[in-house]
């Protein structure tokens, strides 16, 4: 299928992919993409991006099971004034430095 064709039709597209099927995708009859089903153990879920992070070394894993305490959900605190930030910044990189 053409490039044109598979963005007109993408919806139809992903409906036949969630039954099983198969879709290659060609630009200028040259193929440059499959879509193909996610198999079942990659569906990408927390875990999967938590993997995905952890083997890149983004993350650590948990230190506990369970979900994740709503309070870190929560936007951090908003600073008072808008220097606040470079002057921690600094602060920090001269004690760095020490």
């Not at 921690?88 to 760095?96: D, G, I, P, V």
Request: hydrophobic letters at 40%; proline letters at 10%; a positive charge.
């Amino acid at each position: 299928m053409k490039i044109a064709a598979a963005k007109d039709a993408l919806s139809a597209l992903l409906r036949h992919v969630r039954r099983g099927g198969r879709v290659r995708i060609f630009d200028r009859d040259e193929p440059v993409a499959d879509l193909v089903p996610v198999e079942p153990g990659q569906a990408a879920g927390g875990r999967a991006l938590l993997g995905w992070l952890v083997r890149r070394g983004i993350a650590r894993p948990p230190l506990e099971r369970g979900p994740i305490p709503k309070e870190l959900w929560k936007p951090g605190p908003v600073p008072k004034r808008r220097g606040d930030i470079l002057r921690a910044l600094l602060a920090e990189r001269r004690e760095a430095r020490r």
